[in-house]
């Protein structure tokens, strides 16, 4: 998910769409009717039965629910006030996606400690999880990829820094592995278009040394690989990039320098930011996944149920994250959400996360602004005592394309 470095408040306004009905009428009379020879009967134009396939990772990002909970915030479902944890699981989500950052200085969430009890919560619902390594101490998307400030006097050294990604990505599953909080899942950071690790006041946008790069994310893959050999378990290992048509690039470049020991190839799928329309999307996954052999999955997406705000925390997406024939209303969020998991199933994709569907609006602040940035996103209502909406029937529709 990108966050921006600062939000701007933006005027927003309700869209206006326009409804056309066409009506066709046919006429005529018996005697034509009887004098017109039967028309031979045209072939079947249904819809071709969407392929089925042997799982699905039906999954939601719900790295905020803690502090969200801690903030006062309330779920209700037929107006009774629910676990959020629980909810999404009974709905039918089968995966919790958890961000780890360093040590933030900024928040005491999305920690250690806050992680923890996300995977405890989350498995106390019956669901597995997939740890979002960010390797940073604050967010780490396509335009910031900072390197943790207790690293920093490592960054010359790629050979050193290698060494403590790889330790802190072992301890960290070894401690969790000790508490009996072991994830199913791991991502070897997030949204790493560009290169990892880098300090703040020199980040580097532009082509990636792939010599430094593949060094750092193979030291992370092998982590995950030598734990995963010393505890006889197989956490799946997840490579993020953000929009389809960045993956198709950046994973030709990882190969070819050697980052090819992964299981899963994670997307970030935000029609606001991706040159790739859902019509395209298929097209990419099936290529990804025919390319590379990985299993192909997106872990970040999200829709707007509504443009209008519930806070003074201006929103991140607002009329410009609209497609046509998706409106800002629940239904029309479900049914853009169905219309992503046909494409994801179409191109042999298997898995969709919802990026943060319970960062309601409350009291507490962000970096930006007092409220959420997401409350016109989530899965709930924020103009109705945060009362679930139509959206949480995405999992059943996930899980139906799972064979039984």
């Not at 206006?16 to 039967?38: E, H, M, R, W, Y």
């Not at 990882?254 to 859902?278: C, M, N, Q």
């Not at 898995?351 to 996103?377: D, I, M, R």
Request: proline share 5%; net charge negative; aromatic share 12%.
């Amino acid at each position: 998910m990108i966050v921006p470095n600062a939000l701007r408040n933006t005027m927003i306004t309700a869209a206006s769409f326009a409804v056309i009905a066409l009506f066709s009428a046919c006429s005529g009379n018996d005697t034509k009717a009887q004098n017109t020879p039967t028309p031979t009967p045209m072939p079947s134009t249904s819809p071709t039965p969407m392929p089925k396939v042997s799982h699905f990772y039906s999954g939601v990002d719900l790295s905020y629910v803690n502090e969200m909970l801690d903030c006062g915030a309330q779920y209700r479902q037929g107006g009774e006030i629910v676990d959020p944890y629980t909810l999404f699981s009974d709905a039918g989500a089968n995966y919790t996606r958890v961000r780890l950052w360093f040590d933030p200085d900024w928040t005491q969430y999305s920690d250690y400690e806050d992680v923890k009890l996300t995977i405890q919560r989350a498995r106390d619902a019956g669901m597995k999880v997939l740890l979002d390594f960010h390797y940073s101490d604050t967010w780490a998307d396509p335009e910031k990829q900072y390197i943790p400030s207790a690293w920093l006097s490592l960054y010359g050294d790629t050979e050193a820094l290698a060494d403590t990604l790889y330790d802190y990505t072992i301890g960290t599953l070894r401690n969790l592995d000790a508490e009996g909080l072991l994830p199913d899942m791991v991502q070897v950071g997030n949204e790493t278009n560009h290169e990892i690790l880098q300090p703040e006041n020199t980040m580097d946008t532009g082509p990636i040394n792939w010599d430094r790069n593949a060094t750092l994310l193979n030291h992370g893959l092998q982590a995950v690989a030598d734990f995963n050999a010393e505890k006889g378990v197989s956490i799946a290992r997840v490579l993020h990039i953000a929009q389809p048509e960045n993956a198709l690039w950046w994973f030709d470049e990882a190969t070819t320098a050697g980052v090819t020991d992964f299981e899963i190839i994670g997307l970030s799928y935000y029609g606001k930011w991706s040159v790739y329309k859902l019509d395209r999307l298929a097209e990419a996954i099936a290529s990804l996944k025919t390319d590379y052999q990985k299993e192909v999955v997106v872990v970040e997406t999200a829709y707007p149920w509504t443009m209008d705000a519930a806070d003074q925390a201006a929103n991140l997406l607002n009329e410009d994250s609209l497609l046509e024939g998706y409106p800002a209303t629940p239904e029309g969020q479900l049914n853009y959400l169905k219309a992503l998991v046909d494409a994801i199933v179409s191109g042999g994709g298997n898995g969709l996360f919802y990026w943060e569907p319970a960062w309601v609006s409350t009291s507490c602040s962000t970096l930006w602004g007092q409220g959420s940035h997401w409350e016109n996103a989530t899965f709930f209502d924020a103009f109705d005592g945060n009362e679930a909406l139509p959206s949480m029937g995405i999992f059943e529709y996930m899980n139906d394309f799972v064979e039984q």
